[in-house]
Nanobody, 123 residues
Framework: QLQASGGGLVQPGGSLRLSCAAS????????VAWFRQAPGKEREPICS??????VTNYSSAVRGRFTISIAANTVFLQMNNLRVEDTAIYYC????????????????????WGQGTQVTVSS
């Protein structure tokens, strides 16, 4: 199971770090990812990381501002220079496969999902 946390309210230009704790030592193989869903919009992929490697992928919307990492069976999403348009519910996800482009961005590849954490960027 995945448990996401760390969301909150932040001003534009600020930073937040999201966490996604995995139970049962499940982050041993496969791919982890973060998706987000803004009100009235489809859930969109924002980044992924193949477990045990340095292979990461980022959407153009967040590249250069967000960083995905893994430590101590937890997936982190460091978000810097946040914008109003980053406001969404953020979900972590785990796939048992070593995903490459473009499959890392496909929701159907992920079998385990966290419950979501709200991020609001507003002045």
């Amino acid at each position: 199971q995945l448990q996401a946390s760390g969301g909150g309210l932040v001003q534009p230009g600020g930073s937040l770090r999201l966490s996604c704790a995995a139970s049962g030592g499940s982050l041993t193989y496969g791919t982890v990812a973060w998706f987000r869903q803004a009100p009235g919009k489809e859930r969109e992929p924002i980044c992924s990381k193949r477990i045990g490697t340095h292979v990461t992928n980022y959407s153009s919307a967040v590249r250069g501002r967000f960083t995905i990492s893994i430590a101590a069976n937890t997936v982190f999403l460091q978000m810097n220079n946040l914008r109003v348009e980053d406001t969404a519910i953020y979900y972590c996800a785990l796939s048992p496969y070593n995903l490459i482009t473009p499959s890392w961005s496909q929701r159907a590849q992920y079998q385990n999902w966290g419950q979501g954490t709200q991020v609001t960027v507003s002045s």
